[in-house]
């Protein structure tokens, strides 16, 4: 998998970076969440601002259970595939859905609530930012230059020393 | 040229090409471990916490069954709280339902009207309706009645307590009407759901307690937050000694709009003719038709019971369900009428401490260095920020509402060593209860809300929010079916009728009144004749 786009090393590098920071953010999220059991996403669902009795359902007792695993593994996933470099196209679809759904039940719209976030916001939070960097990831994927998938494009014809 | 080159070298591994495919795993590594580690010791030291304040915040078993023959009730007083209390019971109003469906159309996340229809069948009939105003009783028998069930209208209460279509008679009347009410309804043996205050003078409580006493009928007085959940977890919370020595209570009414102030509107058709006024003003000094004293009943002394009787009663409740504490020895009030002055003759704004010397929650300190209490109530109708409830001990501070949480204090003795080592911090609560944490409640007024987040509109019983009057009327009626006591009988009752009425009089006489526990009456005043002072239409006497 590469990209189409000319870019610099410096370019490149920084397209890298950015990939591990977002990958390190939604990995502890992920990760943190899995070992403690008593974390839920009921009372963030279903207080949701927007498209709420989507998200009063998936907040329900016949649903939260199943929700809650599912978004602790798509935090995983998309952290792993970034910070691996694996796969990560993928992981940033991933992430770009699980943020939208963020950002839709609680939007920075004017006259939501903006109750439990820090800093101010008007349509854009960091939940939108980071789902458009994401998308960058998705357009300029860097695997290939940092991480697994270049060994995978390597593996046919391995060097030996 | 360095793009081209870096190509090049990608066309077979190199220990470059190694160290950059799989850099990504020490971090893996690193923040896999960093999360793991913060999960854990997170998971940890709530687990520990739990094991060391033990708290049981499993709801109680549901009262009896609602099995056997209907119980048939009659509604005395159908304005306010009447209509409510039906609901409780199962039966809504016509214009409500509507415009509970209306409300819950335009907001899916009002669940008023699914909660009500949601709510167990209690296996009761409204039979009677006993209202001095037309409009409402007649309103009574248009939403109630059945093809199965009419639902008669009686012009006095006499009439229906002594009927033979009722069981048990429900009494939401102006406070001057609790007892005679009351008491008359258990001497026909009829079951009494009575609402708070319990009664409106000092010599009726006694003459209602002697009535209970002799009748075996089932009675309970209309304090439903005694089946709110963090009110039976709080109780636990006590009963292991988790805050110490509490030493200080403190308890509010937070109101600031025209509802809280008991400016209630007053109906177009009312007058002389479609009240009956005569009635309504019982044992009250008779002044002419006033259509403003009918419906704003609460801000004179003569029918209602002020902030002392009406609210506080309420909170002093709360903290008795609680601790048990009973009467307090003495009772210090002060406030005044200073943000509706609208001829009331009630205070809008109140204090009232209450001293408990001899009691105690319990101590972790040496033995006999902690004893005594007071009690602070504190009232404005002019004023919402939202004070809480809280129960200051030397361990710990409670505040208690619809959740209740808990905080270690900072000098605590009994958690000393678990603040040292961090494990507790006396910022972050070590306890938390919060049922609504996982559903959207529907609050719609500054009123409805003050009542909500005190405990005393609804409650949750394996996570469904339940109307916290149903519970209550269902203990009621599954004793009158099943047997026991309910858990606001006389004695919680008298108890909160006393206090309400000592904070009432040094209100009026501006002056200590104590109690007299071994000969369980208000110690008199020289020159007063106590319940003439508690119900003289005047703001104060002295």
New interface residues.
């Given amino acids: 998998m590469t990209t189409d786009i000319?870019l610099s090393?410096t370019g490149r590098n920084s397209l890298i970076l950015l990939r591990?920071l977002i990958?390190?953010h939604f990995?502890?999220?992920?990760?943190?969440?899995?070992?403690?059991?008593?974390w839920?996403s009921?009372?963030y669902l279903?207080?949701a601002e927007l498209l709420?009795?989507l998200f009063?359902w998936l907040?329900g007792?016949g649903m939260?259970h199943l929700v809650d695993n599912l978004n602790i593994f798509s935090l995983m996933v998309v952290?792993?595939s970034l910070?691996?470099?694996y796969f990560e196209r993928i992981g940033s679809v991933f992430g770009i859905c699980l943020l939208l759904m963020y950002y839709l039940a609680h939007p920075a719209l004017p006259g939501a609530s903006q109750a439990g976030t820090e800093g101010s916001y008007w349509i854009i939070n960091k939940n939108l930012i980071e789902a458009a960097a994401l998308f960058v990831l998705y357009q300029m994927p860097t695997g290939?230059?940092?991480?697994?998938q270049?060994?995978k494009?390597?593996s046919l014809?391995?060097?030996t020393? | 040229m360095s793009e081209d080159k870096s190509e090049d070298k990608r066309s077979n591994w190199s220990r470059r090409d190694l160290l950059k495919g799989i850099a990504g795993v020490p971090i893996v590594g690193s923040v896999w471990w960093a999360g793991a580690s913060k999960g854990v010791n997170n998971t940890q030291a709530r687990d520990s916490i739990l094991k060391t304040l033990n708290i049981n915040a499993s709801p109680p078993p549901p009262s009896g069954p609602m099995a056997g023959d209907p119980i048939r009730i009659g509604i005395i007083g159908f304005g306010i709280r009447g209509p409510q209390l039906c609901r409780a019971l199962g039966f809504g109003q016509k214009s409500w339902l509507e415009s509970m469906a209306e409300a819950a159309k335009k907001n899916p996340k009002d669940t008023r009207l699914s909660s009500f229809l949601e709510q167990e069948h209690l296996n009761v009939h409204i039979t009677a309706v006993c209202d001095l105003f037309d409009v409402r009783a007649q309103d009574a028998i248009d939403s109630f009645s059945t093809d199965v069930v009419k639902v008669q209208r009686f012009r006095t209460h006499q009439e229906l307590v002594e009927s033979d279509v009722v069981d048990a008679v429900i009494i939401a009347t102006p406070d001057h009407w609790h007892a005679p009410i009351a008491i008359a309804a258990l001497q026909a043996g009829k079951h009494v759901y009575v609402e708070k205050p319990m009664t409106h003078n000092i010599k009726e409580t006694y003459a209602l307690k002697d009535v209970v006493e002799a009748s075996n009928v089932v009675f309970q007085v209309g304090h439903q937050h005694r089946q709110t959940q963090s009110f039976l977890t709080a109780q636990d919370v006590v009963k292991k000694n988790i805050l110490g020595h509490v030493s200080l209570i403190q308890a509010n009414t937070n109101r600031n709009d025209d509802n809280g102030a008991w400016q209630y509107p007053i109906h177009e058709k009312a007058n002389p003719n479609t009240v009956d006024w005569k009635q309504f003003i019982g044992n009250a000094p008779m002044i002419p038709f006033n259509a403003e004293h009918f419906f704003r009943w609460r801000k004179w002394w003569a029918y209602g019971s002020g902030l002392s009787g009406d609210l506080m009663s309420h909170d002093y409740d709360r903290v008795n369900c609680i601790l048990k504490m009973g009467i307090p020895s003495s009772v210090v009030a002060s406030g005044g009428i200073y943000t509706h002055k609208d001829g009331r003759n009630v205070p809008d704004v109140m204090q009232v401490n209450m001293e408990f010397p001899d009691f105690s929650t319990g101590s972790s300190q040496v033995a006999g260095k902690e004893k005594g209490m007071t009690m602070v109530y504190s009232a404005t109708l002019g004023n919402q920020y939202g004070r809480t409830t809280a129960f200051m001990g030397h361990d710990a501070t409670m505040e208690v509402g619809n959740s209740l949480t808990i905080y270690a204090d900072g000098k605590s003795t009994k958690f000393k060593e678990k603040i040292v080592s961090e494990e507790m911090d006396p910022n972050v609560p070590i306890y938390q209860y919060d049922p609504a944490s996982g559903s959207v409640d529907g609050v719609t007024s500054a009123t409805a809300k003050y009542f909500a987040d005190k405990g005393l509109l609804w409650t949750y019983r394996d996570g469904k929010r339940v109307d916290s009057t149903h519970l209550h009327v269902r203990e009621w009626l599954s004793c009158i079916r099943n047997g026991g006591t309910p858990s606001c009988n006389i004695k919680e009752g008298f108890e909160e009728a006393m206090t309400s009425h000592m904070g009432g009089l040094s209100y009026k006489l501006g002056r200590r009144i104590d109690w007299n526990q071994a000969k369980q009456e208000i110690v008199q005043v020289e020159g007063y004749d106590l319940d003439e002072a508690l119900l003289e239409d005047k703001e104060k006497i002295v």
């Avoid at chain 1, 990995?27 to 008593?38: D, F, I, M, R, T």
């Avoid at chain 1, 290939?144 to 697994?148: K, M, P, Q, S």
């Fill in positions: 000319n090393r591990i990958g390190w990995l502890y999220e992920g990760v943190l969440k899995l070992y403690n059991p008593a839920t009921k009372a279903s207080s709420t009795p009063q907040s007792d939260i952290g792993l910070l691996l470099g290939t230059y940092f991480g697994l270049s060994l494009k390597n014809n391995p060097k020393k």
